[in-house]
């Protein structure tokens, strides 16, 4: 049986948009007979899967206002909130190789060393008495491919719910919910559980199941591994894969002001507004037109909006009639 060239590589950064770059670099230069288990860590960051809408997992103000980073992934499943007391870990590998079994085994191995018991659901997670400390997604591709999954050790928990909890304005979208879950903090079950041990009890066990390896090997950002990733970064980092990649959706919203009642609707694709509705009653029906046509075809954010409206040359009478329209799409935006 042909030795196996398997590695273990840390990211030494927080930013998940490197991160998750860097792990995609690593699933399209994966050698034959390699695996690789991938250690990194994001700070402050509300991950969503392939599949899904921001503006209907995420309170996008909540996120914004607290300086919370968002990234897509490329592997399905839910919605989840990441910092510095989550450790997350990725297995890449040729598809000859891949074994999901095998793959849990090693985190399970890991974590039950600490003494507790652990076991894996049939909804890709991991449990303790019930409880969710670990969720995994994956990814297949052509010739490669990648299974991740976070692990809670201290993860601020009152954090997670409170960016993963999304406006309560309506929403209809082809997009996938995230399902919530009883979750808990590994350390909250043994005490002596601390990210770095945790690493290098994985280390332990992956070597273990599938043999001794190199040194790990550890990326920082820099300028250079940024040019190594070849625009992956850049990527990551877009409003078009952030936003843009999301399934089209509606989205409506109403109120009543002292000038009268308005409700608008929109239809949205690729992130942006292909078709706007508006009814009201008020007596200033001429702003509606200029609208409709301020905001066709812009991307669905409060900035390009803003722009937008305020391009439109208003009369007295519109004037406070877009101001107040301004101030119900950052409410909702």
Aim: proline share 2%; net charge negative.
């Amino acid at each position: 049986m042909k030795k196996l060239n398997n590695s273990i590589v840390f990211s030494k950064s927080s930013n998940p948009w490197f991160n998750l770059a860097l792990e995609e670099h690593l699933f399209s230069t994966i050698h034959e007979d390699q695996v690789i288990m991938y250690l990194w860590q994001n700070n402050d960051t509300v991950v969503i899967g392939s599949n899904q809408n921001p503006w209907k997992e995420c309170d996008l103000n909540k996120i914004e206002a607290d300086g919370v980073k968002i990234a897509r992934r490329l592997s399905g499943g839910g919605a989840v909130y990441h910092d510095n007391g989550n450790l997350n870990f990725t297995f890449i590998t040729d598809n000859a190789l891949y074994d999901q079994e095998r793959q849990m085994n090693v985190v399970l191995e890991a974590v039950n060393a600490f003494g507790v018991s652990a076991t894996f659901s049939g909804r890709n997670d991991l449990l303790i008495d019930g409880k969710k400390f670990s969720g995994n997604a994956y990814f297949l591709g052509d010739k490669a491919s990648f299974h991740h999954g976070t692990l809670l050790v201290c993860t601020d928990l009152m954090r997670l719910s409170k960016y993963l909890t999304p406006s309560n304005h309506k929403i209809l979208s082809k997009g996938i919910d995230s399902v919530s879950s009883r979750v808990v903090n590994l350390n909250s079950i043994k005490q002596e559980i601390t990210i770095g041990g945790l690493q290098e009890s994985l280390i332990r066990s992956f070597q273990a199941e599938y043999g001794e390896c190199a040194t790990p090997k550890t990326f920082f950002q820099d300028s250079s591994t940024v040019q190594e990733l070849a625009g992956l970064y850049e990527k990551y980092f877009s409003w078009q894969w952030i936003f843009a990649e999301s399934p089209s959706f509606e989205v409506h919203f109403e109120k009543d002001y002292d000038w009268g009642e308005i409700w608008i609707g929109l239809v949205l694709v690729d992130g942006c507004i292909h078709e706007m509705e508006i009814f009201t009653d008020t007596l200033v029906s001429t702003f509606v037109q200029k609208m409709k046509k301020a905001l066709q075809g812009i991307p669905y954010d409060f900035h390009s909006v803003e722009k937008a409206l305020l391009s439109v040359a208003s009369t007295n009478e519109e004037k406070p009639l877009f101001e107040d329209i301004l101030l119900l799409f950052k409410e909702c935006l």
